[in-house]
């Protein structure tokens, strides 16, 4: 079993739709949590970045992390066809700087 | 450009070759890793350097594998003796050293071993 699981998806919504993506893990040792958004070919490029559980909001996105669950997701606003991409959820423990990244899921947002 | 550049971006090679990455990670960033990232996968964690100390390689680290730092600035991703399985894209990441662990990723290159 994986440390980090992801539905790879892939995801297909319409335009100006709400995009849900998430992920769970099983090391109870994270404490930080990233979400990345790779476009094909690309190197991946951090969107939210939170520290342990709650909540995090930044424009059209809002992180969420559940760490009694060991579960978190990640919510796109109003879906645009840019949005289109791979979305990676990172995490790391406390004392441990590498990342341990889920698979990916695949969105594209139909215009 | 005030990013992580890596170089080569492409970089095709023969099954035998030696082959060389460069990473320059963000200016005063003293954490840089490797990871290495094949198709429908996430990146994998191969090892990370502060400043010019190697301070963990993953066990996919194999021998023919080497990194080094030498001035805490730039880093090299050496790998001799290429097989077919070591096609994958070569990523680099740095972040600040501080209590965050916010790392930023290069483009990455992308290695093919014919």
């Known amino acids: 079993q994986k440390e980090v699981e992801q539905d790879p998806g892939p995801l297909s919504v319409p335009e100006g739709a709400i995009v849900s993506l998430n992920c769970t893990y099983s090391?109870?040792?994270?404490?930080?949590f990233m979400w990345y958004r790779q476009y094909s070919r690309k190197g991946p490029e951090l969107l939210m970045y939170?520290?342990?559980?709650g909540n995090k909001e930044d424009g059209r996105f809002t992180a969420q992390v559940d760490k009694s669950s060991k579960y978190i997701s990640l919510f796109i606003r109003d879906s645009q066809p840019s949005d289109s991409a791979t979305y990676l959820c990172?995490?790391?423990?406390?004392?441990?700087?590498?990342?341990?990244f889920g698979a990916g899921t695949t969105v594209t947002v139909r215009a | 450009d005030t990013g992580v550049s890596q170089n080569p971006r492409h970089k095709i090679t023969k099954r035998g070759q030696n082959v060389t990455f460069r990473c320059d990670p963000i200016s005063e960033h003293n954490r840089l890793y490797w990871y290495r990232q094949t198709l429908g996968q996430g990146p994998e964690f191969l090892t990370y350097?502060?400043?010019?100390?190697?301070?963990?390689k993953s066990r996919l680290l194999s021998d023919r594998f080497s990194a080094e730092r030498p001035k805490g600035s730039f880093s090299t991703l050496e790998i001799q003796r290429t097989e077919q399985g070591d096609s994958a894209m070569y990523l680099c990441?740095?972040?600040?050293?501080?209590?965050?662990?916010?790392?930023?990723f290069g483009p990455g290159t992308r290695l093919t071993v014919l």
């Open positions: 939170t520290y342990s559980s």
């Open positions: 990172a995490m790391s423990a406390g004392n441990d700087y590498k990342l341990s």
């Open positions: 350097f502060q400043n010019e100390a190697q301070l963990e």
């Open positions: 990441a740095s972040s600040p050293g501080t209590s965050y662990n916010e790392q930023f």
């Open positions: 090391n109870s040792a994270f404490q930080y």
